[in-house]
């Protein structure tokens, strides 16, 4: 059964709004989780990150919330930039175990 | 830029035939990965490496074997191609397994392979 969840396959958002994707998952135990953004035809490549100690890793435009009781965690883009339509992925990482994907939610900001 | 490649970058190739996808990097990292993603399932973890003949399946490894007998070098095989193995292959590595912003996965930029 999937441990990581994406339920949203598709984002629409304007140029200069917030963007916020989200991620549902189901394990109690765990290190961090981790975004990767993904362009075509490109390998994807590692955003931002949050530990489990954690309910709040920013980095410039990209904040990543945590909400451990609910077991969910959010990605926020602010502002929203036509560079940031791509495929964003949220991963699990707990111990020894290598990284756990959702399915990915294809963001597009409208010019 | 990771110095990670992928070879070939595209494939075509029939059912039953056998097919090597290769991955090299010049990091000098002790894990390797290889992942395929497809429509609607994301990416899933096929095999992955923590050292020099050291491998371990992960979740769809049925179908694939890997092979590692240089640091540098990772080799996905699949024995005998089947027209669900169509789809595309990353590559990743990554210096430690600890996870979390100071180790993360660096990726390749694919192998599309197409089983006809």
Same mark, same amino acid.
């Given at each position: 059964?999937?441990?990581?969840?994406?339920?949203?396959?598709?984002?629409?958002?304007?140029?200069?709004?917030?963007?916020?994707?989200?991620?549902?998952?189901?394990?109690?135990?765990?290190?961090?989780?981790?975004?990767?953004?993904?362009?075509?035809?490109?390998?994807?490549?590692f955003l931002i990150?949050?530990?489990?100690?954690?309910?709040?890793n920013e980095d410039?435009?990209?904040?990543?919330?945590?909400?451990?009781?609910?077991?969910?965690?959010?990605?926020?883009?602010?502002?929203?930039?036509?560079?940031?339509?791509?495929?964003?992925?949220?991963?699990?990482?707990?111990?020894?175990?290598?990284?756990?994907?959702?399915?990915?939610?294809?963001?597009?900001?409208?010019? | 830029?990771?110095?990670?490649?992928? !070879?070939?970058?595209?494939?075509?190739?029939?059912?039953?035939?056998?097919?090597?996808?290769?991955?090299?990097?010049?990091?000098?990292?002790?894990?390797?990965?290889?992942?395929?993603?497809?429509?609607?399932?994301?990416?899933?973890?096929?095999?992955?490496?923590?050292?020099?003949?050291?491998?371990?399946?992960?979740?769809?490894?049925?179908?694939?074997?890997?092979?590692? !007998?240089?640091?540098?070098?990772?080799?996905?095989?699949?024995?005998?191609?089947?027209?669900?193995?169509?789809?595309?292959?990353?590559?990743?590595?990554?210096?430690?397994?600890?996870?979390?912003?100071?180790?993360?996965?660096?990726?390749?930029?694919?192998?599309?392979?197409?089983?006809?």
């Open positions: 059964d999937q441990q990581v969840k994406q339920n949203s396959p598709s984002l629409s958002v304007q140029e200069g709004r917030i963007s916020i994707l989200n991620c549902d998952y189901t394990n109690s135990m765990f290190d961090y989780f981790l975004w990767y953004k993904k362009y075509p035809a490109e390998g994807p490549t990150s949050i530990s489990s100690i954690k309910d709040k410039g435009r990209f904040t990543v919330f945590l909400n451990k009781s609910a077991k969910h965690l959010s990605l926020h883009i602010v502002p929203s930039q036509p560079g940031d339509s791509a495929v964003y992925f949220c991963a699990e990482k707990w111990g020894n175990t290598p990284l756990v994907f959702g399915k990915g939610t294809r963001l597009s900001v409208i010019a | 830029d990771a110095g990670i490649t992928q !070879s070939p970058r595209h494939k075509v190739t029939e059912t039953g035939t056998p097919v090597t996808l290769r991955c090299h990097q010049t990091e000098n990292h002790r894990y390797m990965y290889w992942y395929r993603q497809d429509p609607g399932h994301g990416l899933r973890l096929i095999h992955y490496s923590y050292g020099v003949k050291d491998t371990d399946k992960g979740e769809v490894s049925d179908g694939y074997s890997v092979s590692r !007998s240089k640091t540098e070098d990772f080799l996905l095989t699949l024995e005998s191609a089947t027209s669900s193995q169509t789809s595309v292959y990353f590559c990743a590595i990554s210096e430690s397994n600890l996870g979390g912003g100071n180790s993360p996965l660096h990726f390749g930029n694919g192998t599309r392979l197409t089983v006809t």
